[in-house]
């Protein structure tokens, strides 16, 4: 991957989704063959800093400008997902089927959304306007889901 590209991605998105102004957000290139996701963020809301990570050594995505808008988004949510994360917290007891079942609820709505942006964003103002299918390659296919199940017959 061409470092200089990415890092010139980074500054367009941070421009594009108005982030320069209100955080300080550092890019570092993961280079590390432990690290198994394509791309993470930590969030100091009170410094009001973060740290976007993009896995450079084997990213599961293809386009990696999709990931930097993707972590992008995850910041600029952020004070939403934390109102809500504690709201959860206050509604329900840690560790027991209902909070498990509203928290991921949550979380996997809060991924959906941002995955949804992220494409609407990259179709507006992307670069490259190609969507990753890296997950759907590790995932099992609709057959092989059903091999071994018992026939209806």
Same mark, same amino acid.
């Given at each position: 991957?061409?470092?200089? *590209?990415?890092?010139?991605?980074?500054?367009?998105?941070?421009?594009?989704?108005?982030?320069?102004? #209100?955080?300080?957000?550092?890019?570092?290139?993961? &280079?590390?063959? @432990?690290?198994?996701?394509?791309?993470?963020? *930590?969030?100091?809301?009170?410094?009001? *800093?973060?740290?976007?990570?993009?896995?450079? =050594? #084997?990213?599961? !995505?293809? #386009?990696?400008?999709?990931?930097?808008?993707?972590?992008?988004?995850?910041?600029?949510? $952020?004070?939403?997902?934390?109102?809500? @994360?504690?709201?959860?917290?206050?509604? !329900? &007891?840690?560790?027991?089927?209902?909070?498990?079942?509203? $928290?991921?609820?949550?979380?996997? #709505?809060? &991924?959906?959304?941002?995955?949804?942006?992220?494409?609407?964003?990259?179709?507006?103002?992307?670069?490259?306007?190609?969507?990753? $299918?890296?997950?759907?390659?590790?995932?099992?296919?609709?057959?092989?889901? $059903? @091999?071994? =199940?018992?026939?209806? *017959?």
């Amino acid at each position: 991957m061409d470092k200089t *590209k990415i890092t010139a991605l980074f500054n367009k998105w941070i421009n594009i989704l108005r982030i320069i102004n #209100n955080f300080d957000v550092k890019l570092e290139l993961v &280079e590390d063959p @432990e690290f198994k996701k394509t791309g993470d963020i *930590k969030i100091d809301i009170d410094d009001k *800093k973060a740290i976007i990570y993009l896995n450079v =050594l #084997n990213p599961k !995505y293809e #386009n990696i400008e999709e990931v930097i808008v993707h972590e992008l988004l995850h910041l600029k949510l $952020y004070p939403l997902d934390q109102l809500t @994360e504690n709201l959860i917290d206050s509604h !329900y &007891e840690v560790n027991t089927p209902n909070y498990d079942l509203v $928290y991921m609820q949550f979380m996997t #709505n809060l &991924e959906q959304t941002v995955e949804e942006l992220t494409k609407c964003f990259l179709l507006a103002f992307g670069d490259n306007k190609e969507l990753s $299918y890296g997950r759907c390659k590790s995932v099992k296919s609709f057959n092989e889901l $059903y @091999e071994g =199940l018992k026939s209806l *017959k």
